[in-house]
Structure formats: C-alpha cells, structure tokens
C-alpha cells in the first residue's frame, strides 16, 4: 500500500515538472516606452515568438529607476541610456551592454521659455533647469553648460522625472528642461529647442540608449538573448529599409502612437530625431567595438563633474559582443 501511495506521489511529481518545463519562462524587461520601431515588433509579439519566454514589459521613467531594478535581480533585460550605463558600471552594477537602442539626437533636447529671455546658452545664467537627474540628458546638459562655461553654480538645475516637467512648465516655475518626448512636444507649444543632444555629441558628449542584460543571465540564456537582439534588430531594419513611409497614417506609426502615448502626427518627426544603427554595424570599433572607452570618458566626466565618485579604470566587462556576433550570423 505504502509503495502504491510513493508510486503515485513520484508519478503527479515527474507530471508536474513536465508541466512546469513546457509553460514560457516569465522574465521581466524594462523599457523607456520611447515611440520606436521596436514598438511595432512588441506589439505582434514578435519577441515572445522569437525567445519562448513570456515577457511582461515594464516601462521606467529614469534610468537611475532601471539600475535599481537591474541591481536588485528583479529585471533582467532593460533598455538603459548611456549616462546611466557608466554610473551603474562604476557602482559595479551585475550587467553588460548587448546592443545599442538608439542613439540619440535632437529626440532629447534643452527646451527654453519664450519668455524667459533665452536665445543662446550664455542666456542660461541665473536661470532654472529641470532634468531628470542621472539621465542621458542631464549628460548632454551638463555638456552643454561645459561647453559654454557655464559653471552649475551659475544656474539652479533642478532633478524632476519627465510628468513632473511638464506640469512645471505649465506653472512657469521653470525656465528651461533637457527633456525627450512626448514632454518635448507640449512644452514646445511656447518653447524653442535651443541645442539638441545631436550638439552636445558634437562637443564631445555623445549619448545613446543601449540595450542591457544581467550578466549571469545572459551566460544561462545566450541563444534567446540574441534572438531577442536579433528580433531588435530586424524592427529597426523595417523603419530603416523606407524612413519616409512611415507617415502618420502609416500602420506601423499608428501602433507606435497607441503603444506609446504619442500623438500619431508627431511620430514621424520623433523617429527621425534617432539614429538606429544595424546590429551588424554596431560590432564595429565606433559602436560595442569601443564603447567601453566611451563609457570611461563618461564616468571621468561625471566623477569631475561630482555626480558619482569614483570611475573604475576598465569597462570592457560591462560589454557583450557575443550576443550581437551570434545575432547577426
């Protein structure tokens, strides 16, 4: 009797972990929610299809909110913007950069009043700055004020999430925002943009959005990491193969629209303010090949800048180049 009962109990066991072995490992990515054409591939399901797991996005609003969820091993893929990347890899953050999203141009820009008598950066002076703090744009910022001379003493730089800018705006507490969208369209209705992160690239500052993945994750799921790259990098060749299709009226705009928020008319002038790099070209020395130095030269700034530390002396643990090779062949 007792050996009838075991033979049951192992049996419902073994059916169990059968059960269990075929459901979709549910992984947790983070995401920006930026108007991209990886917009379109998450909408099909393109990378459920393409990795087996059952993803459940998860939208950020700062990358210094990603870090802290990458940090404490509840995300494990997440879309990180360059800043971000070097204060996480100085923190010694457990990730590596995969694949870039998007660098980034004029979709992240400084923002001024009308009215608040701004026509060039000298103009800065005295003035108060909004900025989601530890971002992308507080770098193209910060390199904005290096590059005019502008000591941060001389202006009030003040730390709010994007929702938060917005609603400032409106109340004219603040004079200016490096901001990207959908806040750069409404506060632009009385705004100009007067120097955007295309510029402050320019001067030395580049800044992009990369995609990371927990390190050890990566090592235990390397083929559905670089299928999910690859699905990527196949939704950024759809926009890439006809830039100019993709009109407002266009099915792949209007999934962007309703993925996002976004207003469907300013989509396309969104799209074109990044610049998606082909994966194959990303494994080149001016992209993953050396991002590792770029990152240094980021954390050097932003030690100098007294916005973290200490910069370690090497990031090229914090790449992957792996995943894209494998992706791409």
Partial sequence: ???????????????????????????VIGQFGNPTPMQVAKAEGKFEKATGWEIEWRTFASGAD????????DVKIAELGSSPLSIAASQGVDLQLFMLAQVIGTAESLIVRNDAGIAKLEDLKGKNIAVPLGSTAHFSLMGALAH??????????????????????????????FI?????????????????????AEWGYPTFDGWVVNKEFAAENASAVAAFAKTMDEANAAYL????????????????????GADVTQV?????????????????????????????????????????????DDYTGFVNTDIATEATK
């Fill in 1 to 27: 009797m007792k050996k009838t009962l075991m033979k049951a109990l192992l049996g419902a066991a073994v059916l169990a972990l059968s059960a269990g072995s075929a459901l979709a490992e549910k992984i």
């Fill in 66 to 73: 990603v870090i802290a969820a990458m940090a404490s091993g």
């Fill in 148 to 177: 005019a001379g502008i000591a941060e003493s001389d202006v009030t730089i003040v730390g709010m999430p994007p929702d938060q800018i917005a609603a400032a705006w409106e109340q004219k507490s603040i004079d200016a925002a």
């Fill in 180 to 200: 990207w969208q959908p806040v750069q369209s409404q506060i632009l209705k009385d705004g100009t943009l007067l120097v955007g992160a295309n510029q402050t």
């Fill in 241 to 260: 193969a006809d830039p100019a299709a993709w009109t407002a009226d266009s099915e792949p705009v209007k999934t962007i629209a309703a993925a996002t």
């Fill in 268 to 312: 396309p002038d969104i799209l074109q303010g990044f610049a998606f790099i082909p994966l194959k070209d990303q494994l080149s020395p001016t992209w993953l090949g050396g991002v590792a130095e770029k990152m240094k030269a980021t954390s050097d700034f932003l030690v100098k800048a007294g916005r973290i530390d200490a910069a370690a």
